[in-house]
């Protein structure tokens, strides 16, 4: 196989009150026994941990990240129990089965709460659930500045770019001046009823702009610049960076300065890969400069609806080949399964000096039609001067991202590969 870095994308968690959605059964008699409904069903987000939990002890993950919203609507008592269930389910954190393991989590709109957004300092609402994460051994979230780490693994390697893109979530320094008291207090006044749907409704549509802060991006930019040109830059943070298919009617809670971000990192000389939940939606997005370099942004379904396993393949020299994105859904019947998988071109026009034996192979392959990885192996010297099986997995890679191949059993080792020429 080739180097790779293989990323577990966890979306909007929304404890407690996912945990508390209906399970997936369609139940129309409401004296059925509850014993036997526990047996044949289960609650989605329940069945979304016990498989991520599996996928860890496999050992297959190389790092965990949670897009934020761990919570719901800023509730203060729910930031503990949002952090124990995270932490014990997935025995993440100090002391527990995978404590060593990479783990990043950034906040997300629901998880400010508003009152503390009134307080003096910008940074007072993010506290509370850094102390939650703190106490169950999880790691910080990113404020103030970025939460930056190189991960290697043999010769890949990415640089982890954690990012706050809270700033202005609750805070109703960002109405526009002019009526922002009266408009202030005409929301206070609404909320104090104490009717949680109007709360719910407030954090779904709520008078704040959330916002990136210049210096995070000017050090994710720096670093960009600074770091192993070879290692892949991969952001992370809640909101997403462009709109999604669906019209989104809260125009209040959208990211403003996406598009300075957005232009930093097509800007930046490098593919780089930008990962965010926030829209419960999970569309894939691939931009590309005029040098021709990529920035990827995929976005996470709502954890209750499932997640992604994204594969980050480098050549054998380090250089960031592709973006493998393999979607963990539920099918009609309510079962979690592996879906969909979108091979994603990372190395751009690099790809172009790549030498004829890709021209050779791909040649081959549209002969064929058909061939199992074995049979492409034993002609590997008619493509590759020097003989190269990894020559001929860097191949394969690229005609895939190119939609020109697919590959039947690319999540088991190669040896079971069966290659087919796509025209």
């Known amino acids: 196989m080739l180097p790779r870095i293989r990323v577990l994308q966890i979306g909007d968690v929304h404890l407690p009150t996912a945990a508390k959605e209906s399970r997936n059964v369609d139940q129309k008699d409401a004296s059925f026994s509850v014993e036997l409904r526990n047996i044949i069903s289960s609650t989605p987000t329940k069945v979304v941990f016990k498989q991520i939990y599996k996928l860890l002890e ?8 949670f897009m934020g919203d761990l919570t719901d609507i800023g509730h203060l008592e729910n930031y503990d129990r949002s952090c124990a269930f995270i932490a014990n ?13 990479p783990l990043g989590i950034v906040p997300g709109n629901h998880d400010i709460n508003r009152d503390l957004a009134k307080d003096p300092g910008l940074s007072t609402k993010f ?5 939650a994460l703190y106490h169950y051994g999880l790691p910080a979230l990113p404020v103030e500045h970025n939460i930056s780490q190189i991960i290697r693994k043999d010769a890949a390697s990415i640089d982890l770019n954690l990012m706050n893109s809270c700033w202005g979530c609750g805070s109703t320094e960002y109405i526009p001046e002019a009526f922002r008291d009266r408009v202030g207090r005409a929301i206070e006044e609404v909320i104090e009823d104490g009717d949680e749907r109007v709360l719910s409704t407030y954090y779904d549509r709520q008078f704040d702009t959330p916002a990136f802060s210049n210096p995070s991006i000017e050090d994710l930019i720096q670093r960009s610049t600074s770091c192993d040109p070879n290692s892949l830059l991969v952001a992370v943070a809640h909101h997403n960076l462009l709109p999604q298919r669906l019209p989104r009617l809260a125009p209040y809670t959208e990211l403003v300065n996406s598009g300075a971000l957005r232009a930093s990192l097509m800007e930046a000389g490098r593919p780089s890969l930008y990962l965010h939940g926030h829209i419960h939606e999970d569309p894939i997005e691939i931009l590309m400069n005029e040098s021709g370099h990529h920035l990827i942004c995929v976005s996470a379904p709502a954890a209750r609806d499932g997640f992604n396993v994204i594969d980050l ?10 973006a ?24 751009g026009r690099r790809r172009r000096s790549h030498n004829r034996g890709l021209s050779k192979l791909y040649s081959y392959l549209l002969d064929q039609g058909e061939c199992y990885w074995s049979d ?6 008619t493509f590759f001067s020097d003989n190269n099986e990894g020559a001929v997995l860097e191949s394969i890679e690229m005609l895939m991202v190119d939609s020109s191949v697919i590959v039947e059993n690319y999540e088991m080792d190669p040896a079971n590969w069966i290659i087919r020429a796509n025209i």
């Open 127 to 131: 506290h509370p659930l850094n102390e």
């Open 324 to 347: 493998v994105v393999n979607a963990w859904r539920f099918d009609r019947s309510g079962i979690l399964r592996r879906r969909q998988r979108h091979s994603l071109p990372l190395i």
């Open 313 to 322: 393949v480098f050549t054998q020299t380090g250089i960031p080949l592709a």
């Open 376 to 381: 492409l192996v034993g002609h590997t010297p």
């Open 89 to 101: 389910a997935l025995q993440l954190g100090n002391s527990r089965v995978h404590a060593s393991m």
């Open 58 to 65: 496999d050992g297959s993950i190389d790092v965990v990240l």
